[in-house]
């Protein structure tokens, strides 16, 4: 009975350790994920994302993102956090890729650093999510068969932000998998000029 007792108590304290040691590994993990940023490399890309929007704004409403920024050597790929208080829809992650120095790499993509310093009324957001939906269903877009998708995101290709307003007017599961199609529409937040309208299908 002692002997079973005894037992008992080993494995209990076997398991208890085996969470202990679990534990301490995924923490330790998570924080091996963040880059170990050197001072000069974050000096030098701060000074690029600062000559884009300018100094005030950069102090104001964006923060480096050690989470989200990685060191895959030889590079770092930078992560910060562009929030505006006033404007809580204006939520965004930017995203940049610099060598030791701190200099970009131009060749990789650069997404979400608006160009305030030469365009400041581009950064002047000034429709909110209930705007941008009251102008797309002024124009008409398209119901669906599911509430629409409406986000304020980075567009690539005109290097601005915009709203993005995506209904699906099919969707479906089979054996082929899930597969649907609708239509997008880009509305500038600034202005509230719809910019675009697109199809979209996933097949």
């Given at each position: 009975?002692?002997?079973s007792l005894k037992m008992i108590i080993i494995l209990i304290a076997v398991s208890i350790v085996g969470w202990l040691i679990s534990s301490c590994s995924c923490s330790s993990c998570s924080k091996d994920n963040e880059a170990n940023v050197p001072l000069n490399v974050l000096h030098n890309a701060n000074k690029y994302v600062i000559?884009?929007?300018g100094e005030e704004f950069f102090n104001k409403y964006i923060t480096p993102d050690f989470a989200?920024?990685?060191y895959v050597p030889p590079?770092?790929?930078m992560a910060y956090q562009l929030f505006v208080p006033e404007k809580p829809y204006v939520a965004s992650t930017i995203r940049f890729t610099v060598d030791s120095l701190g200099l970009v790499v131009k060749k990789r993509d650069i997404l979400g650093i608006p160009n305030c310093a030469i365009h400041p009324t581009q950064c002047d957001w000034k429709v909110d999510?209930?705007?941008?939906?009251?102008i797309a269903e002024k124009y008409g877009f398209e119901k669906g068969v599911k509430d629409w998708d409406v986000g304020f995101i980075w567009n690539p290709e005109r290097q601005i932000y915009v709203w993005h307003v995506l209904s699906t007017i099919r969707q479906f599961e089979g054996d082929f998998g899930?597969?649907?199609n609708g239509k997008e529409m880009i509305?500038?937040?600034v202005s509230g000029?719809?910019?675009a309208i697109h199809d979209w299908k996933i097949n």
């Amino acid at each position: 009975m002692k002997t079973s007792l005894k037992m008992i108590i080993i494995l209990i304290a076997v398991s208890i350790v085996g969470w202990l040691i679990s534990s301490c590994s995924c923490s330790s993990c998570s924080k091996d994920n963040e880059a170990n940023v050197p001072l000069n490399v974050l000096h030098n890309a701060n000074k690029y994302v600062i000559s884009k929007t300018g100094e005030e704004f950069f102090n104001k409403y964006i923060t480096p993102d050690f989470a989200r920024t990685k060191y895959v050597p030889p590079y770092y790929e930078m992560a910060y956090q562009l929030f505006v208080p006033e404007k809580p829809y204006v939520a965004s992650t930017i995203r940049f890729t610099v060598d030791s120095l701190g200099l970009v790499v131009k060749k990789r993509d650069i997404l979400g650093i608006p160009n305030c310093a030469i365009h400041p009324t581009q950064c002047d957001w000034k429709v909110d999510k209930e705007t941008a939906i009251l102008i797309a269903e002024k124009y008409g877009f398209e119901k669906g068969v599911k509430d629409w998708d409406v986000g304020f995101i980075w567009n690539p290709e005109r290097q601005i932000y915009v709203w993005h307003v995506l209904s699906t007017i099919r969707q479906f599961e089979g054996d082929f998998g899930y597969r649907a199609n609708g239509k997008e529409m880009i509305i500038d937040p600034v202005s509230g000029d719809v910019l675009a309208i697109h199809d979209w299908k996933i097949n």
